[in-house]
Structure formats: C-alpha cells, structure tokens
C-alpha cells in the first residue's frame, strides 16, 4: 500500500477519507473513547483488510459505528427495550447487540458469521462527521496492531498502521478512558457482554431489572469475546489436497476444489470469500455430506482464516 494520508478533520479531509471508504479502502478516526479502524461494513473485502492491517488473529465479530438510531434500525431488529436504551445512551460509548435485520447487507466478516449484529453510534464530532459524509455503515474495532495499546492519538494510528491502511482523519486526543459498554439485547435476558464507559447501574436502573454477566463461549456476540464457532451441518475436514468420495472440496492457490477460496492464492480475498463459501458448500454438500478444504498457510490473515475453519471442524 501506499504511504499512509494524514488528513486534517475538515470539510476536505473528510470528503477524502469518506471517498477512500467508498473505494473500499481503510481510514482510522477518533471516536470519544479511541480511534476506530473503519471500513465499509458492507464490503467483505473492506473487512478482512482490517483484519489483515491489525494482524488480528481470528475473526471476531467488530461493532458497526453508525451516525443515528434511523440508520442503526436499517441494519438491527430494535424492540422497545433497545430503542428506550438508544434514546438514553446514543450517541455515546455505548454498544447494543441486536437481531440482525434480515437483508441488512452487512458482511458476515462483521458479525462473524452470527445472526446478530454490534451496533453504536458515537459521539464524537469528527466521527459523526464522517459517517454522515459517508452514506454507510463503518465496522471499526480500535486503530491499534492485535494486542498493542489501543491509540487515543492519531500519532499512535500512524505509528502502528502506517502503509497497513488509507488514511488516518487527526481529531486529536481521544478522551482517555474506558471502551464502550457492550449491552446485549438479542434475547429475553438483558446481558452485560462487557462493561465500559456507561455504568450497569444506570442501564439497570432504565431497563427495571438486573443484568445477566457475561455470554456464551460457543456463541460470543460482541468483541472481546471468546471467538465464535461457526459449524455447518456437514461435518469439515481440513488440509485436503483432494475430496474423497462424497465430499465438496474447496480449493486455495494450486489445490483445485468444487469451490475455492482464492485461486490465486490471495489471503484477503480467501478472507473475504471464507463465510460465503462455507454456506455455500455446506448447501452443495447437505446435512449428511463432507466439506473439505485445501491448506491454508499459517501466515499472515491465514490464521484467522484457520482459527475459523479448525472451529468448524471440531467434534460437535
């Protein structure tokens, strides 16, 4: 890539960075917690190159940052809980796990393959700002390579991302504090996925009962989470260089299959195409069939495509 833009938080260096997400490109930009990596939550390619410039090492699902509740609604199924709450708490640092709208269009990168979806609206003025300018919905986790401290400057993004995405949109310093209260209302029980900058004694107090800790292992909804097991109802074999009887294949780089993630070999795009794929060979291959996949390296976004494919292929 490119030698990373720094571009000013005004009316031109946000008409950029809203062009460079409508080209699929990645652009970092504060929200009042700290800065987001943003690209199109729509575009699987958008996403899997954040995975990819954040080295992150397995597919989690990331919260899409939207600029009002009219937008969120377009994406989520809101009952009258979640929009009592978004009434009190957005903009703000907080994050509701909803019901994904059927049709949403949002990647399954973004939800992890799930059928619920992360959602916030933040808010800080740049990053209202550009979410206005660009039309869409942003999936954003921290501005930061995996496992490093999360930027609150735009130095920081720049110091760690450069020439790894588009461009970074300088707001300037973050409010130092804690990350965005995860608040999931995708069931009967109010739960608490993971505490942040809105106090469960408030939401507790507006909801008029106490929220339930923590979610599932096998099922995690939000970030900072266990990663999710996504299994097909056809059992997965792994590292095949050719289908046995029965089975659907999908082929990587050289190993040709009924389906392939990237001919090319090519890991964004093999990321990009990863949940599509599994549905569709786990529709070719039935309840009772096999899917096999070809090697993948364990390099690079490799092993988030692998940490996937191993979970889907555990003993279940």
């Given at each position: ?15 950029r ?8 490109g ?34 989690n ?6 600029p ?5 609604e377009r ?5 009258h809980?979640?929009?009592?709450v978004a ?10 796990v909803?019901?994904l ?41 921290s ?6 401290v999360?930027?609150?400057?735009a ?15 300088d ?32 939401l507790?107090?507006?909801l ?5 800790i923590g979610?599932s ?44 993630l ?7 795009e093999?990321?990009?195409n ?11 291959a ?31």
């Amino acid at each position: 890539m490119d030698q990373t833009e720094l571009l000013a938080a005004d009316d031109a260096g946000l008409a950029r960075a809203a062009a460079l997400l409508a080209a699929g490109g990645l652009v970092a930009f504060p929200t009042e917690t700290v800065y987001g990596l943003g690209g199109d939550a729509r575009s699987d390619t958008a996403v899997a190159r954040i995975f990819e410039a954040k080295g992150r090492p397995r597919f989690n699902p990331l919260i899409v940052h939207l600029p009002d509740l009219a937008a969120a609604e377009r994406i989520a199924v809101f009952d009258h809980r979640a929009r009592t709450v978004a009434a009190a708490f957005w903009p703000g640092p907080l994050t509701l796990v909803l019901p994904l709208r059927p049709g949403a269009g949002v990647s399954p990168l973004v939800t992890a393959g799930l059928d619920t979806v992360a959602l916030r609206v933040p808010a800080h003025p740049v990053a209202r700002a550009l979410l206005t300018a660009f039309g869409g919905p942003v999936a954003a986790p921290s501005a930061n390579p995996s496992g490093k401290v999360s930027p609150t400057r735009a130095a920081h993004v720049m110091a760690g991302l450069t020439g790894r995405i588009a461009a970074v949109v300088d707001g300037g310093a973050c409010a130092v504090g804690v990350e965005s209260t995860i608040l999931g209302l995708d069931g009967a029980e109010p739960r608490m996925l993971r505490p942040g900058g809105v106090p469960a004694e408030a939401l507790e107090a507006l909801l008029g009962q106490p929220l339930a800790i923590g979610g599932s292992a096998e099922k995690p909804s939000a970030p900072g989470q266990l990663a999710s097991h996504y299994a097909p109802g056809a059992a997965v074999r792994l590292e095949a260089r050719a289908a046995e009887t029965g089975e659907i294949l999908v082929g990587f780089g050289p190993v040709l299959g009924d389906l392939t993630l990237s001919s090319e070999g090519n890991l964004v795009e093999a990321a990009a195409n990863l949940f599509h794929i599994l549905r569709e060979a786990d529709l070719l291959a039935g309840p009772e069939g096999r899917i096999a996949f070809a090697p993948v390296p364990e390099t690079g976004l490799g092993r988030a495509i692998n940490d996937r494919l191993r979970r889907a292929a555990a003993p279940r």
